[in-house]
């Protein structure tokens, strides 16, 4: 499994360790989001339940009773994107929220510098030939990198998308629209569309 764009909230990357074991990839560049990693790794060594985040209420009793491998979740501080590089990586107005995005306009223009990579380059990295899930919530990056992916003809079992560019009015250029008759044309399924983040199986060709 990639889960890109992680910030204060891992239970479904967690959740998912559980059940099935699998290995984890959690890729964000965002100093928070690598602050909560290490304190969710605290809380599963010592039980103390202490965090620095926009916490949510119920995050505690979703996640306490889980049987997590920590030794398959690997934690990637690059921001996802369709080349390597050194970019812009902009922050919200507002303080309390976690998230920030690679693509201008989209919040402020207060920014910190990020390393990017690309799907292809990580799976090479990690010597990766599969994906079973990739999971992107990247605020507005998901077009380039989806395109990019399948470019490269790298096709995941599943994808869980938020198509944010055209959720928060930033997609004057109708790219998501492209973008979701692409991958349709290339095999996914759509199999679950909650106002415009949408869970994808792929068919084939």
């Known amino acids: 499994m990639y889960s890109a764009g992680v910030g204060e909230d ?7 360790q559980s059940l099935y074991d699998c290995t984890i990839l959690l890729i964000d560049p965002t100093i928070r989001a690598k602050i909560h990693f290490q304190e969710i790794l605290k809380y599963y060594s010592t039980n103390n339940w202490k965090f620095s985040g926009d916490i949510q209420k119920d995050y505690k009793k979703s996640i306490k009773a889980l049987n997590v491998d920590f030794s398959k ?5 690059f921001g996802i994107w369709d080349s390597i590089d050194e970019l812009k990586f902009f922050k919200q107005k507002k303080q309390k929220n976690v998230s920030q ?3 201008k306009n989209m919040f402020s223009s207060d920014y910190d510098i990020i390393h990017t990579t690309t799907i292809k380059d990580l799976m090479a ?6 994906i079973d899930l990739l999971k992107l919530d990247i605020e507005g990056a998901e077009v380039k990198v989806l395109n990019n ?6 096709y995941p079992t599943y994808l ?3 198509f944010d560019l055209m959720l928060k009015g930033k997609d004057l250029g109708e790219e998501t629209v492209k973008t979701i008759s692409k991958l349709k044309k ?3 399924k759509e199999l679950i569309n909650d106002n415009l983040n949408i869970t994808y199986f792929y068919q084939g060709k």
């Open 125 to 130: 990295q990690e010597n990766h030939h599969h």
């Open 10 to 16: 891992i239970s479904f990357d967690l959740h998912l």
């Open 73 to 77: 979740i690997k934690y990637i501080p």
């Open 149 to 154: 992916m399948l470019d490269s003809e790298i």
């Open 186 to 188: 290339v095999g996914y």
């Open 101 to 103: 995005s690679l693509i």
């Open 160 to 162: 869980c998308i938020e």
